[in-house]
């Protein structure tokens, strides 16, 4: 057994419930790698945390999840990340000896850029599936950016103990959230309701003035980006 298969069923040992959804909680593992290696390596320091990832890694929603997103701000470039790839695959390697690969983001319009990972996470059990997370980035601001720390919801050791990232608040996620749902075209997300349901569970009141900012976001946005934007704002 690998390191990564004894973490992961040293994880559902300690959450129980959860293992029908051992790949789920792979992924979530490997959010606390991603996010401690893009830390150490200082590529978080101009990001902040969004959408329903961040609801479950900073906030405690109990709805697991899959990709990592991120604002970079109005000025965000990729080259501001362009040792992401390289940090990432040396790494993981070196701490698992498993298969990694990053692709970059390709060419395209918009305002989103997508670094898409890829973990062969059991490479003797063909059958099973490849890990994939996206990190998306996109060039928009977050406005109520606040430092919390790490979740670790599974009791193991990812080295990742106090780390504290720059999330968004609760706040500015329903808003998020909410404009993803009215804007997106032509389908409902069940995401999009779950965590604007948990929110208010949370007592968070609705942001008006934040929906109001998200807003005139969308509207600066050339039509090509728009749907784009609207999916990484309600994400994983």
């Excluded at 069923?9 to 979530?28: D, F, H, Y």
């Excluded at 590529?43 to 697991?64: M, Q």
């Excluded at 000025?75 to 498993?98: A, M, N």
């Excluded at 720059?166 to 959230?177: F, G, H």
Aim: aromatic residues 6%; contains cysteine.
């Amino acid at each position: 057994m690998n390191l990564f298969d004894q973490l992961v069923t040293q994880a559902l040992a300690n959450q129980q419930a959860l293992s029908p959804l051992r790949v789920v909680v792979e992924k979530e593992l490997l959010h606390h790698d991603i996010l401690r290696e893009m830390a150490d390596a200082g590529l978080l320091s101009r990001l902040t945390f969004i959408g329903g990832t961040c609801l479950r890694a900073c906030y405690g929603s109990n709805r697991l999840s899959e990709d990592l997103d991120f604002t970079g701000g109005a000025d965000f470039q990729r080259e501001h990340l362009q040792t992401l790839g390289q940090v990432l695959v040396e790494r993981l390697q070196v701490k698992y000896g498993l298969g990694v690969e990053v692709s970059e983001p390709q060419r395209e319009t918009g305002n989103v850029d997508t670094w898409k990972l890829r973990v062969i996470t059991h490479p003797e059990q063909k059958h099973l599936p490849t890990q994939r997370i996206n990190i998306d980035i996109c060039a928009i601001p977050s406005y109520e950016p606040r430092p919390t720390v790490l979740r670790n919801h599974y009791a193991v050791d990812m080295g990742t103990s106090g780390l504290i990232l720059q999330v968004e608040s609760r706040a500015e996620i329903l808003a998020d959230k909410l404009v993803a749902f009215a804007l997106r075209p032509n389908r409902i997300k069940n995401r999009d309701l779950w965590d604007i349901a948990w929110l208010r569970q949370q007592a968070v009141d609705t942001p008006l003035a934040l929906v109001a900012k998200k807003i005139a976001d969308h509207k600066q946005l050339s039509s090509s980006s728009s749907p784009k934007w609207i999916s990484v704002c309600s994400n994983y």
